[in-house]
């Protein structure tokens, strides 16, 4: 009997992953090929020709192993939001990329929302704040600063529009990723003109939208021999990465609510329509299920404070260290200190802070150093970090009414059972993991099968292919040690907003 088999392509922030799986949801081979982004300052960037090299190498890997080239029914993406990618009208990018942790646009972002107003900025794109990471700044930054891009530019993409397009010549996106640029109109589903004739832009400048899990077309002969995939293999609308993530862990219904610590932290609450409380503070975009809506609390910078303070300070600890044990080798330092990290304090605001705070001119911050204060110390305090960050989203989800039992744990973050245990008993609130790490690349693979039409709908493509791993339940005792941890985290952030703005 023929097997059927689907690619799943995760391109993040330092690296492109990708799955191949089954329709029984089992991950029958992975593959990744990491990249370092180029940052200077507040810049941050990237030649865009590394995300379609990256991406073929990793297809190319999971491909090889199978003979019959025609059992791979259909390919999909999970893509970083906010990336902008300039092409012109063969398709070939104008610039390097401006990935999202970019954050020059500073002052663009304060004259869109001093034009349109906050309120309806976010009734019509969902985004309350106007940060410098949304791709509409951009444009009006490179129409500013670099006028004979902005001319040359025949189309503005995302990573995953990019992608497509270089599958099957086709200008495509989807209506979950084009939620992050500040130009799409998520309760009509459309562009949203008022903020293309600010920008100066056509929409014949933009993409086609797709629904997630739609057919755009089939891989083009060109690419055939560069990625081992059939002409017959289909190409699938995606999803933006923490809305593949959260469907890889089966987040899909009212309420439901996943954790993304990997680079960023993005948590994923979903809705069945839209919330009105502009008050909430909280990002709303669309989900990939059609008719579905989510609020996405996030941080800029999760996974990646552990992973600069690896680099920066742990040449010993990654001596002999092979993969990820590194991370190990680092956990269970921080394993050894109590609870509260002997009053060290962290913010891991390194480019800015998210929700709540929205602050782009935030930085980093440790308090409480002491002569007794050791490397150990510093590697707790980062991870009781990201759980006080995410604890402070859970409280802001309560005041709309929204209750939340249990999260899934997703990202690297979540091989860590320790903290996956201090986000439980920080955030009193049990954590699950996931069977499988690749959660994000395993959405996509997911929405590769819908579209090709062996499932229904996204809903029961999850129920099938799914499958739960632990949950970490919150120890009493401790939540209650964790009270004024989370209540000094809180109190920084908040003397310190004033001196962020002098």
């Not at 704040?129 to 001319?151: M, Y």
């Not at 992608?163 to 086709?170: A, C, D, P, V």
């Not at 994000?440 to 799914?466: D, P, R, Y």
Request: hydrophobic residues 40%; charged residues 20%.
């Amino acid at each position: 009997m023929k097997e059927n088999f689907f690619i799943g392509i995760d391109a993040g922030t330092t690296s492109v992953k990708g799955v191949l799986t089954d329709t029984d949801g089992r991950i029958l081979s992975f593959a990744m090929q990491e990249y370092t982004l180029e940052m200077q300052g507040d810049r941050c960037e990237l030649d865009a020709e590394i995300y379609w090299e990256k991406t073929r190498m990793v297809i190319r890997e999971l491909v090889e192993p199978i003979s019959v080239k025609d059992q791979i029914q259909a390919i999909s993406f999970s893509s970083q939001g906010e990336t902008l990618i300039c092409v012109d009208n063969n398709g070939l990018p104008v610039r390097k990329a401006i990935v999202w942790l970019d954050n020059r646009s500073i002052d663009e972002a304060a004259s869109i929302e001093k034009h349109f107003g906050a309120e309806k900025i976010f009734f019509h794109t969902g985004q309350p704040q106007v940060q410098p990471l949304w791709p509409a700044t951009r444009i009006v930054w490179l129409k500013k600063n670099e006028p004979s891009v902005f001319k040359k530019t025949y189309k503005f993409l995302l990573v995953e529009d990019y992608l497509i397009f270089k599958l099957t010549g086709r200008y495509a996106t989807e209506p979950s990723l084009a939620s992050s640029t500040l130009y799409y109109d998520i309760r009509e589903k459309r562009w949203w003109q008022p903020m293309l004739e600010y920008l100066g832009v056509d929409e014949e400048k933009l993409p086609e939208v797709f629904p997630s899990a739609s057919v755009v077309g089939t891989v083009s002969a060109s690419v055939t021999k560069d990625t081992g995939l059939s002409e017959t293999t289909r190409v699938v609308a995606g999803a933006y990465d923490h809305v593949a993530g959260a469907l890889g862990a089966g987040n899909f219904s009212e309420g439901a609510v996943s954790e993304t610590t990997g680079t960023a932290l993005a948590m994923v609450v979903t809705l069945d329509r839209p919330i009105q409380n502009f008050l909430i503070n909280i990002p709303m975009q669309c989900h990939a299920i059609p008719g579905k809506y989510l609020l996405l609390p996030y941080g800029q910078t999760a996974g990646y404070v552990l992973k600069w303070f690896k680099d920066q300070f742990c040449e010993h600890e990654m001596n002999g260290a092979k993969n990820g044990d590194v991370y190990d080798r680092l956990t269970s330092q921080a394993e050894k200190i109590p609870a509260g990290s002997d009053g060290l304090t962290m913010l891991p605001h390194l480019m800015g802070s998210g929700s709540p705070e929205f602050n782009a001119k935030a930085k980093g911050v440790i308090t409480g150093i002491t002569a007794a204060t050791t490397k150990s110390h510093f590697i707790r305090a980062i991870l009781e970090s990201i759980a006080c960050m995410m604890r402070r989203n859970l409280d802001l989800l309560k005041t709309s009414g929204i209750s939340v039992k249990e999260i899934k744990a997703l990202g690297g973050g979540s091989k860590s059972k320790l903290w996956n245990q201090i986000k439980a008993d920080i955030s009193n609130v049990p954590i699950t993991t996931v069977q499988g790490q690749e959660t994000a690349a395993f959405g996509a693979a997911l929405l590769a099968a819908t579209g090709a039409g062996f499932f229904s709908s996204i809903e029961s493509a999850c129920t099938k292919m799914v499958k739960l791993s632990r949950t970490y339940v919150p120890d009493a005792v401790q939540h209650q040690v964790y009270q004024p941890v989370y209540a000094r985290y809180v109190n920084l952030s908040q003397v310190l907003e004033k001196y962020w703005d002098a």
